[in-house]
């Protein structure tokens, strides 16, 4: 490519804390203090602990050169798929920063909180209306949780019918956390293959959805980036034997004011909305994996649920069939304020073209390297695009190589081996927010990374070459971490 994004230069490296200071120097002034002094805990004093000595332009130094190693979507595409690292709107970042939601405690009494009650109350509306269910809880912290809750709902609602059940359906396409929250709660998950389109087909679940499934965990779109069209036909089956269907809405962003899973026969639905309603994903959260439901199963909902009384908002713990408490208060507040503002600022259009322009750049990207790396299924895509290692067999080189060498030319790595039907997976999630400029940019690069895998591929196995830390051994890593920093 003519021009690297990625490039060497003024990379400074950054000792710790207690190696750059020095006794006696000072960030700060203390202001005289108006109560008697106390002396430190014997643990902070003598041989114990201690705190190095900094003066401030080596504080903001030290955090600043931190910050320079840092690698977000405020510094380029994140194209990590099924994770839609997306660019967020930076007012919905202001929004949540207002005092008077910021600032409100959890413990306040509902009259002096009608203005986040009522928040909270539209935003399940307004998440309803999106998924075609009929009641939301905006509880859980995630997408994981959400499907730890989905999964009490579905234990709730058997044991109500009187007849307990012990499996549950999990795709080979499911997201990782589908098997470990059925098993959390007690059931056996039993994986279902996908057909040679890389769907799921109805008659694979006819064969294993019997009396004691209590239902199927879909993720649609799948992680191939396949919506699975199957989807009536297959929640038909399940609910003529009795069971429900749950689906994983991790992938929403893709469908939005499209399909309403409602509609299509899911029972119960998680959102993420750290992922498809503009709050920013990784790094340990917070997140929000909202709960919705059909009307049969609303009872089971987490408690407390906001309720309006005569044009008044409170917390109502009146649902005795509910699974409980899944989350201390109301859930990650924040995120939910972000995704409010980002569906007012949206409205059904804009949310619409969101799915239209994550799938339009998914399906550009696998146009432009369909001849270079090989498409795991010959088929237009959703949101996301997955390729295999096929046209790398006889070169040698690895998923692995090609990702690490990626960095070199800027970018930041796609997700590789995952999912694990696909060998040597390589998937990328442009999401849309990425220009067709920096698509092209990032398309180009990995195309130079390709040829170099045949011409050159010394190169490709030493990469990262221009970053200020070398290839490291990832088995030495693994078996002797270390874990101080």
Known sequence: MSESLGTTGLVLNEPLLWERGKKGRCGFSMPAGDVPSSPLPAELTGDGPDFPDLSEIEVVRHYTRLSTWNFGVDTGLY??????????????????GLRGFAAAHPLLPSV???????????LERFLAEITGLDAVTLQPAAGAQGELTGMLIIHAYHRLRGKQRTK??????????NPASAALCGYLPVPVPSGPDGILLPETVVGLMDSETAGIMITNPNTLGLFEANIREIARIVHDRGGLVYGDGANMNAVLGVV???AVGVDILHLNLHKTFSTPHGGGGPGAGPVAVRKDLVRFLPVPRVVERNGAYELSEGFPESVGRVMAFHGHFGVLLRAHAYILSMGPDGLKQVSRLAVLNANYIREKLKDVLHP??????????????QNQQETGITTLEMAKRLIDYGYHPP??????????????EPTETETKEDLDGFIEAFRSVVREAGENPGVIREAPVRCKLRRVDETAAARNPCLTG
């Open 260 to 262: 309403k899973p409602g």
């Open 79 to 96: 194209p990590l798929g099924s994770c839609t690292m997306k660019y967020n709107p930076k007012i919905n970042e202001k929004l949540a």
């Open 376 to 389: 795991a299924f010959d088929r237009p895509c959703m949101h996301e695009c997955v390729f295999s290692d």
């Open 168 to 177: 549950i359906l999990i795709p080979d396409t499911a997201h990782g956390t």
């Open 112 to 122: 002096l909180s009608q203005g986040a009650l009522q928040l909270v109350f539209d």
């Open 415 to 428: 997700t590789i081996y995952f999912p694990l039907v696909v060998h040597g997976a390589i998937m990328i």
